[in-house]
């Protein structure tokens, strides 16, 4: 617990800097492009338009059921990708973040805990300008803005705290033993047909012990959130309240472990360059 506290701390007494240096990250990323920070919507919206051409014409476009209407399949794919996108992004680039600043950092007074928050908080920023985007596509579509919208801060919330929660781990594992960077960029890569991006859950109605099995992914409970929210059909975090505390239990399993590992390897991370 104490751990915890102290990473915490950190984030919070530091936010300015974390929202400063995030910025300054996009900025110095994408200076030599043309199109400059257009990029971190673009590539996800190609991302998306190439998954739906694939999935779609596979499955022959037909729609998805959601309670008792059924949803386009690119608005559906469309939600969920924006939700996949940031995890994978903020929980990549964060992996590796320590270990490519250590030797910078290593001299400045500045807490180590603080820069995958920096990595996570400039893909951030993207995730609110997709959803920005969504919500005016959906608009649009004809799928306007419902009561169900009040949910959405809470996925967001959610969402943050899984890439950052997980990343903790990651970052400290990934600056100790370099391998771990490579072994995650593989797993999140097969976890996207694993996390209901892709294609509906339902599917494996006629198996009930698998698709418990796979709801159980945590990235399962945000997506259909953010789809519940988007597509107005329920209040997603109350009629699976059972999926809610569990995912606030893993959240906080994943903040411990990683706190502790954090702040137990911290002062020796110069050691491992």
Excluded: C
Aim: net charge positive; aromatic share 20%; no cysteine.
């Amino acid at each position: 617990m104490k751990s915890i506290w102290i990473i915490l701390r950190e984030q919070l007494s530091h936010l300015y800097l974390v929202r400063r240096l995030s910025m300054y990250d996009i900025k110095s990323k994408n200076q030599n492009n043309y199109l400059g920070i257009v990029w971190e919507i673009l590539t996800p919206m190609i991302s998306i338009l190439i998954y739906w051409f694939v999935f779609a014409t596979l499955r022959q476009r037909e729609p998805i059921e959601m309670g008792a209407m059924e949803v386009p399949f690119f608005f559906w794919l469309f939600i969920g990708f924006v939700v996949w996108t940031f995890f994978f992004q903020g929980s990549i680039e964060a992996s590796k973040s320590i270990y490519k600043r250590l030797k910078m950092l290593s001299k400045m007074n500045f807490p180590l805990s603080l820069i995958p928050n920096i990595t996570i908080f400039s893909k951030f920023y993207t995730h609110i300008l997709m959803l920005v985007i969504a919500f005016v596509v959906f608009q649009f579509a004809g799928y306007y803005i419902n009561i169900y919208y009040v949910q959405l801060l809470y996925f967001v919330f959610g969402t943050y705290m899984l890439v950052f929660s997980f990343s903790l781990i990651t970052s400290t594992l990934s600056t100790l033993v370099r391998d771990v960077h490579l072994l995650l960029n593989s797993l999140l890569r097969m976890a996207l047909y694993l996390s209901g991006v892709l294609w509906p859950l339902s599917l494996l109605s006629d198996f009930p012990t698998l698709m418990r099995i796979m709801q159980l992914n945590p990235l399962v409970y945000l997506i259909e959130g953010y789809r519940s929210v988007f597509f107005g059909t329920e209040w997603y975090l109350v009629t699976h309240w059972e999926l809610t505390l569990y995912f606030w239990g893993l959240i906080a399993v994943l903040l411990t472990i990683g706190s502790v590992l954090h702040v137990k390897f911290r002062r020796n991370f110069i050691d491992y360059l």
